[in-house]
Nanobody
Framework: QLQLVESGGGLVQAGGSLRLSCATS????????MGWYRQTPGKQRELVAR???????NYADGVKGRFTISRDNAKNTVYLQMNALKPEDTAVYYC????????????WGQGTQVTVSS
């Protein structure tokens, strides 16, 4: 059974940095894309950053220039480096993976809390 295991969340002051990790139990190249989403209470889960099998990346407007998604193929791990954090970045962050010819197979990690204090 596929597992996505996140780590790296925590409490940080505004302006600080955190790096989230998402380790998968199978090759990351078996996915069409992997990404990070976040969710706050009462709001829908939103895309933060995404990286495709080919290495293309895209970011939500609010994190461009501050967050970077990357991957370590040998470790089957995707990272989200978050710099210049703001209180509005506070959320539960979820790792996501999609596979299948239409990316119809969606997988989620358990989530990791990121809290940015002002």
């Amino acid at each position: 059974q596929l597992q996505l295991v996140e780590s790296g969340g925590g409490l940080v002051q505004a302006g600080g940095s955190l790096r989230l990790s998402c380790a998968t139990s199978r090759s990351i190249f078996s996915f069409n894309a992997m990404g990070w989403y976040r969710q706050t209470p009462g709001k829908q889960r939103e895309l933060v950053a995404r990286i495709t099998n080919a290495g293309s990346t895209n970011y939500a407007d609010g994190v461009k220039g501050r967050f970077t998604i990357s991957r370590d193929n040998a470790k089957n791990t995707v990272y989200l480096q978050m710099n210049a954090l703001k209180p509005e970045d506070t959320a539960v962050y979820y790792c996501n993976a999609a596979s299948g010819i239409f990316s119809q197979d969606i997988y989620w990690g358990q989530g990791t809390q990121v809290t940015v204090s002002s």
